[in-house]
């Protein structure tokens, strides 16, 4: 069974750049959450697709957006960047909706200079 | 809106101490509450999940409970070792549309041999 992926591992854009993580899901799973974490924060909730549909979004702008493949991998795309989009992003996976436990990739670490 | 507290920021302890870690939350309709290790710069280690209908799981040295009717829950360590050393965070799952986790800051842990 594999786990969740996610990639790049690190990259540095500059500010006004766009950016697109990439993140697969742990086999069966059809959810996928995106969280952005800034340091010495805990994990703040962007969005989540479940069956390729957004099925919530946090208090994030509209720069903030994604999307989920039939194969329930996941894109998370950024525009626009500003300097405190630097983060690190994690991407969760899970079956379903509710009460299933959701499990985490290694993050990407995002810099904007 | 959920609200997730874990007080103090950091702690630490040596070698061979028991420890309990706390964890409030403010609303108490929730599927489970999870908690997490997260190492410098890693992603999210899932260590323990509690459904909303249990007391408590324990994995090896780890135990942790929950009384949703008080919003807490308790991640107890036993004979801490230098390896825990590590922040962790408990994330409880909301319930409704928007299924999502939400964090608390993280508390992290230093052992001392």
């Known amino acids: 069974e594999t786990g969740v992926t996610q990639s790049p591992t690190h990259l540095i854009k500059t500010r006004g750049q766009q950016v697109t993580l990439r993140c697969s899901s742990q086999?069966?799973?059809?959810?996928v959450s995106w969280y952005q974490q800034a340091l010495g924060q805990g994990p703040q909730f962007i969005f989540q697709?479940?069956?390729?549909?957004?099925?919530g979004r946090g208090n994030f702008p509209p720069r903030f957006s994604g999307l989920q493949f039939p194969n329930y991998s996941s894109e998370l795309n950024v525009n626009a960047l500003e300097l405190d989009d630097s983060a690190l992003y994690l991407c969760?996976?899970?079956?379903?909706?509710?009460?299933?436990?959701?499990?985490f990739g290694p993050g990407t670490r995002l810099t904007v200079t | 809106k959920q609200e997730v507290t874990q007080i103090p920021a950091a702690l630490s302890v040596p070698e061979g101490e028991n420890l309990v870690l706390n964890c409030s939350f403010t609303d108490s309709a929730i599927y489970n509450l999870q908690w997490f290790r997260q190492d410098p710069g890693k992603g999210l280690t899932s260590l323990l999940l509690?459904?909303?209908?249990?007391r408590e799981q324990t994995s090896g040295r780890l135990n942790a409970s929950l009384d949703k009717s008080s919003g807490r829950s308790t991640l107890y360590i036993a004979a801490s070792q230098p390896g825990d050393s590590a922040t962790y965070l408990c994330?409880?799952?909301?319930?409704?549309?928007?299924?999502?986790?939400?964090f608390g800051k993280g508390i992290t842990l230093s052992v001392r041999p």
């Open positions: 086999s069966g799973h059809n959810t």
């Open positions: 994330a409880v799952h909301g319930t409704g549309a928007n299924s999502k986790l939400t």
């Open positions: 969760a996976s899970s079956f379903g909706l509710s009460s299933y436990e959701q499990y």
């Open positions: 509690i459904q909303s209908s249990q």
């Open positions: 697709y479940y069956r390729e549909e957004e099925n």
